[in-house]
C-alpha cells in the first residue's frame, strides 16, 4: 500500500516527507494507522549517525494508533483496536523469559537493524529497498507493520493521540525511578536534565513520595517545569557544580540519581552529590557512541555506591504502560503538560524547537 513517511537520508540532514510502498502484515504482524508519534532524542541520534543505523530509514519509536489489519496467526488484536506501539523484543530468548524484554538477547538488530530480523525491509521507494521496523516500527509515517507482541492494546477512553510518548521516553524516565532506583516514600533523588526523560522522572518521584526532588537543567523553562511538577529544588548546572549544589541542599548527598543526560561530566558530578549507598542509573544517549565515564573506586567502595545501565527504563512495555495511563487518569502523572503537537509535515521543525528547547515533547500528528 501506498503510505505517507518522513525519511531519513543523509546524517544530520533534514527529513523529507515522502510516498513510500509498505508492505502487507505478515502472519504475526498488525498494520497500524499512526494516530501519532513522539520525537525522541534517540531519532535524532540515529539521524546524526551517533548510533550506527543504516540510512536511508524511516525513524520514529513512540507511535500509538489504530490497528487496521492483522495477520492470519494474530489473536487478542483486532481491527479498530488502539494500540501503543512498545520496542521490539523476540519474546522468546531467556531474558525476554524472564520478564526483561528491554534486555532481549536480540535488542540490537530489532531495534537499531532498520530490518526484520531475517533482513528484509517493509519500506520500499522506486529505486529499492528504505530501512524500516526501526525499534520495530518506523512510526514518522501515516502507517507501520509492527510484530503483534511488540504493540499494547489501551482503552478508548484516553487520547491515543497523546499516548505514543508512554511506549519509549517517559516510560524510561518513570520505569528507572521505580524499578531499578527503586525510590521510596521520604527518600531524595536527583534527575540530570529535564527533558521529558527527566521529567517523567520527575512526577514518577513526587507519585511515591520522595521528601526532596532536585532537578538540575541549565534551562529556566525546563526547571520551571519541573517545579510545578514536583521537583522540591531546582538548580542550573551553569552556576556552580551541581555536587556542591546538591550538597548545600543535602549535605550527606542524595538517595538516587537519574541522569538523563548523557553528558559525561553531567554523570561524573551527579556520582559524587550520591550519599551512602546511593545509586545512580544512566539512561540518556551520550553524543559519541564510545563515551566513557571516570568515577572514584575509592568513593564507590567505601560508600557502597551503585552504578546502573539502564535500557528502556528496566521495565515490560505490557506492565509499566497500563499503570502510568492508571497514574495519569488519578492525575498523578500529567505527562501531557510536556506535550506540544505538530503536524508530521513540520517535522524538522519539530526537530528544531525541541532541540532549542522551545517545547519539551513534541508529538507529530498525521
Same mark, same amino acid.
Given at each position: 500500500?501506498?503510505?505517507?513517511? #518522513?525519511?531519513?537520508?543523509?546524517?544530520?540532514?533534514?527529513?523529507?516527507?515522502?510516498?513510500?510502498?509498505?508492505?502487507?502484515?505478515?502472519?504475526? !504482524?498488525?498494520?497500524?494507522?499512526?494516530?501519532?508519534?513522539?520525537?525522541?532524542?534517540?531519532?535524532?541520534?540515529?539521524?546524526? =549517525?551517533?548510533?550506527?543505523?543504516?540510512?536511508?530509514?524511516?525513524? &520514529?519509536?513512540?507511535?500509538?494508533?489504530?490497528?487496521?489489519?492483522?495477520? $492470519? +496467526?494474530?489473536?487478542?488484536?483486532?481491527?479498530?483496536?488502539?494500540?501503543?506501539?512498545?520496542?521490539?523484543?523476540?519474546? !522468546?530468548?531467556?531474558?525476554?523469559?524472564?520478564?526483561?524484554?528491554?534486555?532481549? @538477547?536480540?535488542?540490537?538488530? /530489532?531495534?537499531?537493524?532498520?530490518?526484520?530480523?531475517?533482513?528484509?525491509?517493509?519500506?520500499?521507494?522506486?529505486?529499492?529497498?528504505?530501512?524500516?521496523?526501526?525499534?520495530? +516500527?518506523?512510526?514518522?509515517?501515516?502507517?507501520?507493520?509492527? +510484530?503483534?507482541?511488540?504493540?499494547?492494546?489501551?482503552?478508548?477512553?484516553? %487520547?491515543? !493521540?497523546? /499516548?505514543?510518548? /508512554?511506549?519509549?521516553?517517559?516510560?524510561?524516565?518513570?520505569?528507572?525511578?521505580?524499578?531499578?532506583?527503586?525510590?521510596? @516514600?521520604?527518600?531524595?533523588?536527583?534527575? $540530570?536534565?529535564?527533558?521529558?526523560?527527566?521529567?517523567?522522572?520527575?512526577?514518577?518521584?513526587?507519585?511515591?513520595?520522595?521528601?526532596?526532588?532536585?532537578?538540575?537543567?541549565?534551562?529556566?523553562?525546563?526547571? #520551571?517545569?519541573?517545579?510545578?511538577?514536583?521537583?522540591?529544588?531546582?538548580?542550573?548546572?551553569? *552556576?556552580?557544580?551541581?555536587?556542591? =549544589?546538591?550538597?548545600?541542599?543535602?549535605?550527606?548527598?542524595?538517595?538516587?540519581?537519574?541522569? $538523563?543526560? &548523557?553528558?559525561?561530566?553531567?554523570?561524573?558530578?551527579?556520582?559524587?552529590?550520591?550519599?551512602?549507598?546511593?545509586?545512580?542509573?544512566?539512561?540518556?544517549?551520550?553524543?559519541?557512541?564510545?563515551?566513557?565515564?571516570? /568515577?572514584?573506586?575509592?568513593?564507590?567502595? $567505601?560508600?557502597?555506591?551503585?552504578?546502573?545501565?539502564?535500557?528502556?527504563?528496566?521495565?515490560?512495555?505490557?506492565?509499566?504502560?497500563?499503570?502510568?495511563? !492508571?497514574?495519569? =487518569?488519578?492525575?498523578?502523572?500529567?505527562?501531557? *503538560?510536556?506535550?506540544?503537537?505538530? %503536524?508530521?509535515?513540520?517535522?524538522?521543525?519539530?526537530?528544531?524547537? +525541541?532541540?532549542?528547547?522551545?517545547?519539551?515533547?513534541?508529538?507529530?500528528? =498525521?
Amino acid at each position: 500500500m501506498k503510505i505517507t513517511a #518522513a525519511v531519513a537520508r543523509e546524517p544530520a540532514g533534514a527529513l523529507s516527507i515522502e510516498t513510500l510502498e509498505l508492505d502487507a502484515p505478515r502472519p504475526d !504482524e498488525v498494520l497500524v494507522r499512526i494516530v501519532a508519534t513522539g520525537l525522541c532524542h534517540t531519532d535524532i541520534a540515529v539521524r546524526d =549517525q551517533h548510533i550506527p543505523t543504516p540510512l536511508p530509514l524511516v525513524l &520514529g519509536h513512540e507511535g500509538a494508533g489504530v490497528i487496521a489489519a492483522v495477520g $492470519s +496467526q494474530v489473536t487478542g488484536l483486532a481491527p479498530g483496536d488502539h494500540v501503543i506501539l512498545g520496542f521490539a523484543a523476540c519474546r !522468546e530468548c531467556s531474558p525476554c523469559l524472564g520478564g526483561e524484554p528491554n534486555y532481549c @538477547a536480540h535488542f540490537m538488530p /530489532l531495534n537499531f537493524g532498520g530490518a526484520r530480523m531475517d533482513g528484509s525491509k517493509a519500506l520500499h521507494d522506486a529505486h529499492g529497498d528504505i530501512g524500516s521496523h526501526f525499534f520495530g +516500527q518506523s512510526s514518522f509515517a501515516s502507517h507501520a507493520v509492527v +510484530q503483534a507482541h511488540n504493540v499494547i492494546k489501551v482503552s478508548k477512553d484516553v %487520547p491515543i !493521540e497523546l /499516548l505514543g510518548p /508512554l511506549g519509549c521516553g517517559l516510560m524510561t524516565g518513570a520505569g528507572t525511578v521505580l524499578s531499578t532506583l527503586a525510590l521510596r @516514600a521520604g527518600q531524595s533523588i536527583l534527575v $540530570s536534565a529535564g527533558g521529558p526523560v527527566g521529567l517523567a522522572g520527575v512526577m514518577a518521584a513526587k507519585s511515591v513520595g520522595a521528601a526532596t526532588i532536585i532537578l538540575a537543567d541549565p534551562l529556566a523553562s525546563r526547571r #520551571a517545569m519541573a517545579a510545578e511538577l514536583g521537583a522540591t529544588h531546582v538548580i542550573d548546572p551553569g *552556576r556552580a557544580p551541581v555536587d556542591e =549544589q546538591v550538597r548545600a541542599i543535602l549535605p550527606g548527598g542524595v538517595d538516587r540519581v537519574l541522569d $538523563s543526560s &548523557g553528558i559525561v561530566p553531567a554523570i561524573e558530578a551527579a556520582a559524587r552529590a550520591l550519599a551512602s549507598r546511593g545509586r545512580l542509573a544512566m539512561v540518556g544517549v551520550p553524543k559519541s557512541f564510545d563515551a566513557t565515564v571516570s /568515577l572514584s573506586i575509592i568513593q564507590m567502595m $567505601s560508600t557502597g555506591l551503585s552504578v546502573h545501565g539502564v535500557t528502556e527504563g528496566d521495565v515490560d512495555p505490557r506492565d509499566i504502560i497500563p499503570r502510568l495511563i !492508571e497514574m495519569y =487518569q488519578a492525575g498523578t502523572f500529567p505527562f501531557d *503538560r510536556l506535550i506540544t503537537t505538530y %503536524p508530521i509535515a513540520d517535522i524538522n521543525l519539530a526537530i528544531s524547537d +525541541q532541540h532549542a528547547g522551545r517545547c519539551i515533547k513534541a508529538v507529530l500528528l =498525521q
